[in-house]
């Protein structure tokens, strides 16, 4: 293999992660001046913090009005668990997954909510399942529009059934920001702070349709539900937690930096803004692996292929062809020198996804580091392909 000389250009900002995220470009702690520490998240400047980082949420994702938008604990997972265990039971549900959060969804529907009635579609890592054998008329769904170990989303919300009887619920943690989301055909929306807008974690976004708030109020589970699980009273939505009255005591350093990503994303053009800078950095990897010769992407359709997490694999046939332990050990030192060369952080692949690279691209990331960054993982193949062959 010919030698490839050591790029001499890094990325500004070598933080590829995908959770938490890069900070917005320009950030930095002074954006958290105005934080209301040391104060009550349930004094009137508190509840008004919060309620702002609702009504900032709404417009910059174009949420529907009649949507309720709550701010909840335990980031992206504490909401769709809370979706799931106040909702799920009131009717069969058919539980669809291609990578490791959706199928956590699956392991505690099968195995702690013990649903009877659950059908399971799965499809291994880099595609999807039939999403037209999913009944999204008659019965309850819960799927992940983006995953985010695998780099596959669905292309849209076609398959769903816009007169449904169910509810839809969509764990869009790695989407919302990134992607359009069809708000019209889905029911329960969950995020976090951590991912496309590059904010802090600990906290979630639960977003509910009309449809989504008559079942909680008209129908309680089987089991019991934890305090920080319960969105109603008395038969009623508790309304307090859509207008920033939160379950638990929120981290006002979080919040602060929460409602700056949002107004940052105001000023690149709210939600067109985001998919348009999310897409362009997508396209700088794919264009370079459509020249590469070593790598390629997990998500075997283009129309499928996450604009944020963006997930390869390693298809030297040199390297292929010395079994998946020489490709992982290949994964790992590019990883690793990448690190200590600080071109390039927290890039590897999910540790239940196949070997391989996990880059981020999401809006807050810059085109021109993915370039710069490119160069440097040719570099770091030829090196370790190198190191592979020696010790061979």
């Not at 508790?238 to 350093?253: A, C, V």
Request: charged share 20%; aromatic share 8%; proline share 5%.
């Amino acid at each position: 293999m010919t030698a490839i000389l050591r790029p001499g250009t890094k990325p500004a900002n070598p933080h590829f992660s995908s959770g938490p995220c890069a900070k917005r470009p320009g950030w930095s702690v002074t954006a958290l001046t105005d934080a209301l520490v040391g104060r009550s998240h349930r004094s009137k400047p508190g509840k008004a913090k919060l309620q702002q980082a609702i009504d900032l949420t709404r417009e910059v994702l174009g949420v529907p009005a009649d949507y309720k938008i709550g701010i909840v604990p335990a980031s992206d997972t504490g909401a769709v668990e809370m979706a799931m265990w106040s909702m799920l039971g009131a009717r069969g549900v058919d539980m669809i997954a291609w990578e490791s959060f959706g199928e956590g969804w699956i392991t505690d529907v099968q195995k702690q909510l013990k649903l009877a009635d659950a059908r399971i579609f799965t499809a291994p890592y880099g595609e999807l399942p039939d999403l037209a054998a999913v009944d999204t008329k008659t019965r309850d769904v819960v799927f992940t529009w983006n995953g985010t170990t695998s780099g596959v989303r669905v292309a849209n919300a076609d398959w769903i059934a816009a007169d449904r009887e169910g509810v839809v619920i969509c764990d869009a943690t790695s989407a919302a920001f990134a992607q359009d989301l069809d708000w019209a055909k889905l029911d329960v929306v969950t995020f976090s702070w951590q991912k496309v807008l590059g904010g802090e974690a600990a906290h979630g976004m639960i977003v509910l349709s009309p449809r989504a708030v008559a079942r909680l109020e008209s129908y309680k589970p089987a089991w019991p539900l934890p305090k920080i699980f319960r969105m109603t009273k008395g038969g009623k939505l508790i309304d307090g937690i859509f207008i920033g009255e939160t379950i638990n005591t929120p981290s006002m350093l979080a919040v602060e930096d929460y409602l700056d990503a949002l107004l940052w994303a105001k000023s690149v053009g709210s939600l067109k803004g985001l998919i348009a800078r999310a897409d362009a950095n997508a396209a700088v990897i794919a264009d370079w692996v459509a020249g590469s010769s070593w790598a390629a992407h997990l998500a075997k359709v283009p129309e499928t292929r996450s604009n944020t997490s963006v997930c390869l694999v390693i298809a030297d046939p040199d390297v292929t062809a010395r079994g998946p332990e020489a490709v992982a050990a290949v994964a790992k030192q590019i990883v690793s020198m990448l690190e200590k060369e600080k071109v390039g952080f927290d890039f590897g692949a999910y540790r239940d996804a196949p070997a391989g690279l996990r880059i981020w691209c999401g809006a807050t990331v810059e085109a021109a580091d993915l370039k710069a960054f490119t160069a440097w993982l040719d570099w770091a193949f030829a090196e370790a392909k190198a190191a592979l062959t020696k010790a061979a």
